[in-house]
C-alpha cells in the first residue's frame, strides 16, 4: 500500500482559514468514510483531531472541519491562530484492514 | 480515562528483535477495540506498524509482515509489539494505540483510526 499523499507544508496569517489536502485511492480513501486526521506539535506524540471524515473528539475546536470528495480528503482549519502551527497526518482504513498515513504536512503559523 | 504505556529497551542491535510492551490502564483490554502500534523515525512521517484484538486476530502492514509480531495479554491488560531482524531503518519513536474499528453498525477488521496514543518510546538499532 502506498502512503496518502500530502503537501509538503502550507502556511497562513492568524485569523485566516486553511485547507489540507490528502489524496488517496479508491482502496481507501475513496472506498471508507473513515479519513482521521492527527496534529503532531515537535516533540508530543500525534493527537486525533477528525475521524470518520468530519467528526471531532470532545474537546477539539470547532475551528477544525474535515471534508471528503472522491479520492480526497481535506482538513481545513479557519481562524488560524499560533498554536495550529504543527504537523498534520491524514490517515484511511483500507480494503487490505491495515491502516494508511498520509506523509505529514508543516503548517506555519506567520 | 483510557492511558497507555510504552516499555522496553531504549537500544537495540542490528540483527536482533526488538520487543515492546504497552501497558493499558483505565479499559479492559478484554472489552473491546484494537490495539495497535505506530512508529515515527527521526525527523520523518508516522507509519502503522500492525494491530490486535483481544481475540488475538492480527493486521499488519504488508511492508513490515514479513518481520512482526504483535500479541496480546489480556490477563495484565497489555500488548507486545516484535520485530524481528532489526537494521537502522528501524530506528523511531513507538507509539501504542487503541483502534475503534464499529460505525454505522458495521464492524471493520484491523481498526478505523487511532483515538488514544501512548506517548512514545525512542527505540535506536545501533551497534
Known amino acids: 500500500q502506498s502512503a496518502l499523499t500530502q503537501a509538503a507544508s502550507v502556511s497562513g496569517s492568524p485569523g485566516q482559514s486553511i485547507t489540507i489536502s490528502c489524496t488517496g485511492t479508491s482502496s481507501d480513501v475513496g472506498a471508507y468514510n473513515s479519513v482521521s486526521w492527527y496534529q503532531q506539535h515537535p516533540g508530543k506524540a500525534p493527537k486525533l483531531m477528525i475521524y470518520?471524515?468530519?467528526k471531532r473528539p470532545s474537546g477539539v475546536s470547532n475551528r477544525f472541519s474535515g471534508s471528503k470528495s472522491g479520492n480526497t480528503a481535506s482538513l481545513t482549519i479557519s481562524g488560524l491562530q499560533a498554536e495550529d502551527e504543527a504537523d498534520y497526518y491524514c490517515s484511511s482504513y483500507t480494503s487490505s484492514s491495515t491502516l494508511v498515513f498520509g506523509g505529514g504536512t508543516k503548517l506555519t503559523v506567520l | 480515562q483510557v492511558q497507555l504505556q510504552e516499555s522496553g529497551p531504549g537500544l537495540v542491535k542490528p540483527s536482533e528483535t526488538l520487543s515492546l510492551t504497552c501497558g493499558v490502564s483505565g479499559y479492559s483490554i478484554s472489552s473491546g477495540y484494537y490495539w495497535g502500534w505506530i512508529r515515527q523515525p527521526p525527523g520523518k512521517g508516522v507509519e502503522w506498524i500492525g494491530s490486535?484484538?483481544?481475540?488475538?486476530?492480527?493486521y499488519y502492514s504488508p511492508s513490515l509482515k514479513s518481520r512482526v509480531i504483535i500479541s496480546v495479554d489480556t490477563s495484565e491488560n497489555q500488548f507486545s509489539l516484535k520485530v524481528n531482524s532489526v537494521t537502522a531503518a528501524d530506528t523511531a519513536m513507538y507509539y501504542c494505540?487503541?483502534?475503534?474499528?464499529?460505525?454505522?453498525?458495521?464492524?471493520?477488521?484491523?481498526?478505523?483510526?487511532?483515538?488514544?496514543w501512548g506517548q512514545g518510546t525512542l527505540v535506536t538499532v545501533s551497534s
Open positions: 470518520y471524515v468530519s
Open positions: 490486535i484484538d483481544r481475540s488475538g486476530s492480527t
Open positions: 494505540v487503541r483502534s475503534p474499528h464499529c460505525t454505522g453498525g458495521r464492524c471493520y477488521n484491523g481498526g478505523l483510526y487511532s483515538e488514544y
